[in-house]
């Protein structure tokens, strides 16, 4: 996980490209992930379709963003049914700054793959990642309850090791992974939750957000100035009063102390519109750190619900009474 | 006290300036009020001492101000003991905009005046301004429990009214306010509360506010979009969220409906700072009406205890902060 | 004013009903005014009726309350024009403890009266009571520009001084204290704002409110622990949190320094109800005294909007759930 | 790890116990994760010393608890690296109700073991818990840079591989997991963080929860009655009103749709506490649900700081005061 796999060339990467040198776009790989799949989907419109590039881990793939090695990177950052996944969370709020560019929802299913002949009653060793396990404890229980589970890096490599070696009898992995690997579904759509989904985002070097679309959201990520009880209060007051809706807030341990968090924050809306601008302005001076992770549209499209008082043209408006009263 | 009073030039008003038609600073007269006290103690260092004039009513020297005919006018606003001059806040709070330009507190202290020869026991009807009466309320129960009290419309007429009848034989006035009658004090420092203050205001024309000094008082007058419930605790949200604190908060009906009420609110600070610029911005947004009464000098020199993350140098560097990640 | 008036029997009270000695309801007097007219009508079901005897002061009236020598007394305490009345909201915040039994509402309407003969052209001095005054300005203004004003104790003791004396020429006071002076109305129905409203409130010793109705009121004095900035915001969100909500806010001041002030607050519902005695014992906890007025019947008999998960069936669930989980 | 491995019983099981059959206390094994260590430690005082008995996952040893076979059951729940177990925090939040009986918090720091005569140079495989991996992150990117790490499902199992294959070079796993498998350290204390620590908690059957120390957590869960805007804001008003500090506030999904979540809330204070029962029964009101999960000595033996106005007997005087207003 830790080798310093952006450095190679990998499966994933169009070999044409890479003659005239085009910076590759990463994703959290191998070949054949739910990661994999969502670049492509935001990438269809593309033309000519950039190189991609498939890295071991959410570190790696964003340290090749930061090194230059690759122009964005898409990595999962939170799922319907496992939550936040901390390795991009954690990666986002520290080491050089990085920027969200644009998000993706992903139906996530599962199937049970096997080598062709293996039947559900001979599996006794299932290999998968372990957000997939998760994501199919009940349907395990019932049909596999003998079986062990063990984990892997992907659910892709998953896949790629029942077809290379016999020491797993089935892998768990995406419905596209196991049949060009000549492997076969011994179920479909194993999932617990029909409609769990997946929320990626392509992460590219720190720098301008897009302007913005009307249907926008903007991350955050806050550090306490000290660790007082009323300071989550405060945070969410700054946001209440210029009338901005959350859709996400996650703590996560600095890794100083027990105890000790910091704060991913989603709100509705852009850094552009007045009263986001104004709250991450408030929350600058309250926090002892405020990382904006960037603003960029919703992959739903869902148009804020705006409180009266609150739009582009009443801060306008109250900005331009201000400047009436006060002293030349 | 509704007469025209204001058109007519009194015996305050220096005559000598009146020839080069310099318009006159106007008080709540007649002559020897405490509000004329105020006003030639605010005036002490100007050179030439510019001309002044009593007016019968708070409404006719604010009106005076409004028509041009007084440059200014000092009116009592608030009482240690008798608490808001509604008067006032009602006068500032509707009619043509006008701005506080300076706040001076004064302590309050009260003679029985009488004629000479006038004995205590032979007290039987006093007459003084109802508020004079209230802050002697415990003097008068122990000392006159049977005499009668009549109001004036000032303490300075209530004197002038023992000095030129009989129908009263006593008179509640400030302690300067005999003895140019030939009146003598039957009794000194009568007011229940020793340490009674009445906050007075010199009120101009609506215009720029002075410069900030560091240590200033911003009077605003808000008007509720609608009365719904939680409307005051937002309004205090604003103000709270920016740092700024309130020194005085009064309701007052709209005279529109029983339950209808506008604030007349004092908070620390000048327009000019940042924190309350921000406060006041989201007061004119929230709101149906936000009436700027002017910053100004606080008359105790107080300077405010800004909490950390609200300086002027917080908010410019928040501001640039934001200008650096917004997409222009 | 400050005349032991409450020991002496009055015009007001009913002799047959003194003779069996039952104590009399007080009311701010004298004959005729608005506040005889409220407890008129408010014991029109009474019967036998009790007897009533007028105060020359708000104070003396609940003093008599609180010596035992009125059973209650009625007095205003709010003008939908002029505002609260101090000396009400002073009176009930200190002394004894007292308590709000009932309230009622009155349109408050004006004739100018005159003696017969007496043409509006002649008029050159009116008296009145200052609120009538105040409430009646625009109409002066424009009815009488010239005329000059002098402040009586009541708007019924100002008829009775132009009935009795002619150094008045016309009295401001309601539309059924006149006749019975021989005076004659000049002009009907001067109020500026036609919708005006007067509400008084039946005072009586301290003990324990009516059941609750389901329209009710609950009347409340605040003292701050310390005058700390943040105050008031806490005040109000002791009551947000429990759903309930404020009619009124009224700040005066605590006559100790210029700035230190205390709150009368009214809200909606009964001690009774689990989110006002929740409230109640929140704000006793944190104000320095919470003085309880008293919890009545509304007036206007308005039913509070209750907010989902503030019922008294909330309360007592929630009571109950915590009851299960707690250890004993 | 989704064996019913809780069925059989393992190695850590005192066989003497068995015989007479006393139900064992579970742990997330197998045997030498820290999990055992934490539960030996919290153990240490008991006379005769319970039966322990490891178990595969978290599920199975919280499920283990639920049937009854396991008397209670130690599992990690937060991480100062990692951040919280969600696999402990939705097992807590979801299912028949549990309870925290004790909690207690261990340094985490790793070796790096070997078999006899490896050389650090010759490490190509590492295995280990992605969390133990997650924490020695630098370590290994230093010490280690082309080795490749493969998961493992507990750091003990980890190391029980390196001791019984030749699949892996190494494994990463406590201090005291290595020797008794016969392997060497081939480097110690490789935590990036020397600081970092775990926090367990002992999870028993739902029942009363134990009485209070004076230095008492609580915990619970809390599921929005709806997914709006200010929820979060409510949750924390709740809390705060009553002077009830968090020490914890985790989001989870709530696994129906992306953006609904419940939140996992550690709270100072016991149940029996005034001001923690109130802020319950207010939570209980506000939330869909509220579930408890239980109070308990804190690990740290830190005190709470009450805000004046919220102790017990502020409690008790202020029920016994409004007792004394409402109505009987």
Redesign the interface.
Known sequence: ????DAKAPRAGTSQRNRLVDVTPIGYLGPEGTFSQAALLLLLAAEEPQPPTQAFGSV?SALEAVRQGEAAAALVPI??????SV??TLDELASGDPLMIAAEI?LPVQFNLWVRPGTQLADIKRVTTH?HA??QC?AW??DAL?????????STASAAAAVAGEQIFDAAIAAPWAGEPLGLHAAAQDIAD?P???T?FVLVRPHG?????TGADKTTLVLFM?EDH??A??QI???F???GV?????????T?????DYFFTIDCEG???DARV??A???L???CAE?R?LG?YARHDGKTPSIRP??TNT??A???E??RG????
Chains 1, 2, 3, 4 share one sequence.
């Open positions: 996980m830790e080798r310093r570190t939170e799922n319907s049914v496992e939550g901390p390795a929802s372990p396990q998760a404890r395990l229980h309850p003998d079986a062990e589970v063990v984990p892997a890096m939750n409609d769990a989904t929320r301008q957000p897009p302007a913005p100035r009880p009323g989550l209060l969410l007051t700054e209440s009063v210029r809706n959350l859709t996400l807030i996650q703590s996560r341990p890794r100083k102390a027990m105890g852009h850094v552009d601008g104004e991450l302005a408030g600058h001076r309250l405020v904006f603003s008082g609150t009443d801060f408006d109250s900005t009474w201000l009263i006060r002293a030349r």
